[in-house]
């Protein structure tokens, strides 16, 4: 049974920074391709960043030189820190594991920026 369950989220002023967490267990972690998405409130899920299997990232125009995700093979973790916040970065966060058409999701973390 795969499981994926975020945490790290939270109220954190503009500018300031957060760094999301998720754990995944049930699967062949190193080999999934990962990623974070968040959705707003009235607002379309988004994909935030993106690593794949062999460590390669890939970021949303929005959070480029702001966000880095990382990963831990030995630990099955994946990673999301976030710096130099927005309020327009408040949503849910989600983690993603995907691989061979097949994707699960956690249950997502809440992330409020404002002062």
């Known amino acids: 049974q795969v499981q994926l369950v975020e945490s790290g989220g939270g109220l954190v002023q503009p500018g300031g920074s957060l760094r999301l967490s998720c754990a995944a267990s049930?699967?062949?972690?190193?080999?999934?391709?990962m990623s974070w998405y968040r959705q707003a409130p009235g607002k379309q899920r988004e994909l935030v960043a993106i690593?794949?299997?062999?460590?390669?990232?890939n970021y949303a125009d929005a959070v480029k030189g702001r966000f880095t995700i990382s990963r831990n093979n030995a630990k099955n973790t994946v990673s999301l820190q976030m710096n130099s916040l927005k309020p327009e970065d408040t949503a849910v966060y989600c983690c993603?594991?995907?691989?061979?058409?097949?994707?699960?999701w956690g249950p997502g973390t809440q992330v409020t920026v404002s002062s």
């Open positions: 993603n594991a995907y691989r061979g058409g097949i994707g699960y």
């Open positions: 049930g699967l062949a972690f190193s080999t999934y391709e």
């Open positions: 690593i794949t299997s062999g460590g390669t990232t």
